[in-house]
C-alpha cells in the first residue's frame, strides 16, 4: 500500500462520497482491498503457476525449496509466462474493440447499415493513402470498403509478412531495427524470433499456445512474443480502432467541456454510460438528446434527460460531442451513491461487477448491452448495429422510467464541477501549430520543451486515487515538460482543473510561452486508452522529422495508478516501440531476477525503451526527467543507440 492509505482519493468529490459511504454503509472498491488483506506474495511476484492440474505450483526464489514446480518449470519460466499472459489478455481486449469498428465500416460500405455513415471523409482518405490504397476512381464508399478489408485482413491473415497498419504507420528506421534484431538473435541462438507481428488474432493464440502445459521454457523467447503480441495491439487493433473511429464518428476537435461529479443534475434524467466501445454511445446519446425523449421525460417529471459518462467510453464522447464527464474508473461506484443516477448503461471492461449489488441500493438501473459483458441481476438490452436507434430507444425510455422511482432523500450531489479543454489528436494539435508538427519539433530540438510525457493508465485503490496522475501532472509542466494525458489518466488531471489554457501559467517558461503562442494547454487530453495509439503516431512524426529514431526523443510514458492486463500491453508496447515506460508499482516480476533485467535494463539495449518503477511523486518525477535528460544529452550529441551484444 501508498504510504497515503489513509487517504483514498485526493479528489474533493470522490472523498464527500465516500463519507456519504461510510455513513450508510455502501461497499466501495477501498472496501474490499482492506478485505482482501494481506494479499498473495506469490501472486504478486508473478512465482505462483496454475495452468496444469497437477498444481497450482509456488516457487521459492530465493534459493530455497521449492524453487521449481512439480513438471520442472523455474521461477523465470513460470514469471515470463504469467506476464505474457497478461499481454495477450490486454492485447484481445483493444483488438477485438478495433475489430467492431472494421466490421461497422464494412457494412456501412456494403449498404448493409443506414443508421451508421462516414463522418469525416477526409480522415478516411488521410488513412486510405497511409495504407497505400489507390482511391483514384473510387467513390467513397468504395474507399471505405477497401480500408475495411485492409483493417479485417490485419485481423486473420495467414502469411508471415508484419500486419499492413503497422507496415505503413511504424517509421521504417524503427521496422529496420526489428528486422535486425531479429537476425542478430537468430545468430546468437540459432532461434528464429518474430517481433513484428503477423496478424492480430495469431499473436494472442501464439502466446497461450507456447504458454500451456510443457512448449516454451525459455524466458526470453517468451518476452520476445510478448512483445510481438503487444505490438500487434498497438500498431495493429488499438490504431485501427482510433483512426476508424475518427472516420466513423468523426475526428476529435478541441472544446470545452465539464469533468467531476458535479455535472450529475439532480433535475434531469441522468444516464451514465460506462465502458469503451463508442459504438453503441454514439447513438444513445443522439436519441436522448433528441426532442422526443425530451418530451418523454418531460411527462415524468424532469427537465429533460442528461447524457454524462465514465471511464473509456466517456474519453471517446467527450471528445467528439463534448458529452460530460462525471470521473473515472473508482468514482463509478461513487456515481451511484449520489442517488440522482437514472440508469448505468455498459459495453465492455472496466466494469466492476459490485455495480449490480449497488444500484440496488437505489432506483438505478443497470443496463448491459454487450453478450461479451453479462452481469447476473442486470436489465440486458441487446445492441445491435442494425437495430441501434430502436435499441438506444428502449435504453433511453428504460432510464426515463426510473426517475419516477428515485428518492430525493438519498440525492446527494458533489458540487466540484472543472472546465477543461479536450480532444487533442494528432490532427488537432497540427492545427493549432499551424498545419503539421514542426514547430513541435523544434521545441524539443532546441529546449523550448524539455519533453514530452504521455501519462495514461488507469486507477488502482492501492494508490491514492489520481494523487500520481494529477501529481505528476503538475509537477511535470512545472519542469516544462508538455503532458499528454489518455484514459482515466486524462479524466483525473481534467478534475483536477489541468486541462484549461489558463494552465500555462503554472509551466516553466518555454512550455508557458509556446502554450500561449499556439493556443494550447501544457496538459493535453488525446482520448480513450486505444487512443495510446495517437501517442505513437506523434512520437513517430517528430522523430520521423527530426532525422531520428524515436529512442532517441527525450520523451516517455508513464501509467502511475495502472490496474489492468491492458495497461502492461500498452506499456510494452510503448516500450517496444522505443519509448521508455515508467509505472507506478511493480508488475507480477519480482520473483524472476532474469525477468527483472530483460524488461529494465536489457530492453533498453535491443529497443531503445525500458520499464523503470517508483511509486513516490518526487522520486518518480525526478526519474522521469533524469530519463527525459539523459535521452536529450544524447539526442543533442547525435550520438547513435547501439544494440547490446546479443550473444551474451
Known amino acids: 500500500m501508498s504510504k497515503h492509505e489513509d487517504v483514498r482519493s485526493v479528489d474533493p468529490a470522490a472523498l464527500a462520497m465516500l463519507a456519504v459511504a461510510d455513513r450508510e454503509g455502501y461497499e466501495t472498491v477501498w472496501d474490499r482491498l482492506k478485505q482482501q488483506q494481506p494479499q498473495c506474495r506469490m501472486g504478486q511476484t508473478g512465482v505462483c503457476c496454475r495452468i496444469c492440474s497437477m498444481g497450482p505450483c509456488r516457487i521459492n526464489s530465493s534459493g530455497k525449496k ?20 497478461m499481454i495477450a489478455a490486454g492485447a484481445s481486449s483493444h483488438s477485438d474493440h478495433g475489430r467492431k469498428p472494421a466490421i461497422l465500416l464494412r457494412e456501412i460500405a456494403a449498404g448493409h447499415n ?4 462516414i463522418k469525416d471523409p477526409e480522415k478516411l482518405l488521410a488513412v486510405a493513402a497511409r495504407l497505400g490504397i489507390a482511391v483514384e476512381g473510387l467513390s467513397l464508399l468504395e474507399v471505405a470498403g477497401e480500408v475495411a478489408e485492409v483493417a479485417l485482413e490485419c485481423f486473420g491473415k495467414q502469411d508471415g509478412e508484419p500486419i499492413r497498419f503497422l507496415q505503413r504507420y511504424m517509421p521504417a528506421r524503427r521496422q529496420e531495427r526489428f528486422q ?40 526470453l523467447s517468451l518476452l520476445i512474443q510478448g512483445v510481438r503480441c503487444a505490438l500487434a495491439d498497438g500498431w495493429g487493433g488499438s490504431m485501427i480502432a482510433t483512426e476508424l473511429q475518427d472516420v466513423l464518428f468523426g475526428t476529435p476537435r478541441a472544446k470545452a467541456a465539464q469533468a467531476n461529479l458535479g455535472v450529475i443534475d439532480a433535475d434531469y434524467v441522468n444516464i451514465l454510460v460506462h465502458g469503451h466501445e463508442p459504438i453503441f454511445s454514439e447513438k444513445l446519446i443522439d436519441c436522448s438528446l433528441g426532442e422526443e425523449m425530451q418530451a418523454v421525460a418531460r411527462e415524468h417529471g424532469a427537465k429533460g434527460v ?14 467528439r460531442k463534448g458529452v460530460a464527464v462525471a470521473g473515472n474508473h473508482l468514482h463509478q461506484e461513487l456515481a451511484v451513491m449520489t442517488g440522482a443516477i437514472e440508469a ?9 461487477p459490485s455495480m449490480v449489488n449497488l444500484t440496488r441500493c437505489f432506483h438505478t438501473r443497470f443496463i448491459t448491452t454487450s453478450d461479451q459483458a453479462m452481469f447476473p ?27 419516477s422511482d428515485r428518492n430525493p432523500a438519498k440525492v446527494s450531489i458533489p458540487q466540484e464541477v472543472m472546465e477543461a479543454r479536450v480532444g487533442y489528436g494528432v490532427e488537432e494539435l497540427s492545427g493549432h501549430l499551424g498545419g503539421d508538427l514542426q514547430p513541435l519539433a523544434e521545441a524539443l530540438a532546441d529546449g523550448t520543451i524539455r519533453g514530452i510525457v504521455g501519462i495514461v493508465g488507469c486507477n488502482n485503490p492501492k494508490i491514492t486515487q489520481d494523487y500520481l496522475h494529477v501529481g505528476l501532472a503538475r509537477e511535470l509542466i512545472r519542469e516544462g515538460v508538455l503532458v499528454v494525458g489518455t ?25 508557458r510561452d509556446f502554450c500561449r503562442r499556439h493556443n494550447l494547454p501544457p496538459v493535453l487530453h488525446m482520448g480513450s486508452c486505444v487512443d495510446c495509439s495517437r501517442l505513437l503516431v506523434l512520437f513517430s512524426d517528430l522523430a520521423e522529422r527530426l532525422d531520428l529514431d524515436v529512442s532517441e526523443l527525450p520523451v516517455v510514458g508513464s501509467a502511475p495508478e495502472w490496474t489492468t492486463e491492458k495497461a502492461l500491453t500498452i506499456g510494452t508496447y510503448f516500450a517496444a516501440s522505443g519509448v521508455p515506460v515508467h509505472l507506478g508499482h511493480m508488475p507480477p516480476i519480482a520473483g524472476s531476477s532474469t525477468v527483472t533485467r530483460i524488461l529494465t535494463e536489457d530492453l533498453r539495449g535491443l529497443l531503445g525503451g525500458f520499464f523503470f518503477v517508483e511509486g513516490e511523486l518526487l522520486p518518480a518525477t525526478a526519474a522521469i526527467l533524469a530519463v527525459l535528460d539523459e535521452r536529450r544529452a544524447r539526442f543533442l550529441s547525435a550520438e547513435e543507440d547501439r544494440p547490446a551484444d546479443l550473444a551474451s
Do not use: W
Open 114 to 117: 443506414a443508421d451508421y455513415g
Open 377 to 403: 441481476g442486470a436489465i440486458h438490452i441487446q445492441y445491435d448495429e442494425q437495430n441501434a436507434r430502436r435499441v438506444s430507444e428502449e435504453v433511453v425510455r428504460t432510464a426515463i422510467a426510473a426517475f
Open 306 to 319: 442528461k447524457v454524462i459518462g465514465m471511464c473509456c467510453t466517456v474519453n471517446e464522447v467527450l471528445m
Open 344 to 352: 448505468v448503461v455498459v459495453d465492455v471492461q472496466c466494469i466492476l
Open 487 to 511: 484514459g482515466c489518466s486524462a479524466i483525473a488531471v481534467a478534475k483536477a482543473g489541468l486541462m484549461g489554457l489558463e494552465v500555462a501559467d503554472q509551466a516553466a517558461d518555454g512550455l
Open 180 to 219: 535486425k534484431l531479429e537476425t542478430a538473435i537468430a545468430a546468437a541462438t540459432g532461434g528464429r524470433p518474430g517481433f513484428l507481428p503477423r496478424s492480430i488474432d495469431r499473436e494472442p493464440v501464439d502466446v497461450l499456445h507456447r504458454t500451456t502445459f510443457g512448449t516454451d521454457h525459455d524466458p
Open 66 to 85: 521449492p524453487d521449481r514446480g512439480v513438471c520442472g518449470a523455474d521461477a523465470d519460466t513460470i514469471v515470463a509466462r504469467n506476464l505474457i499472459r
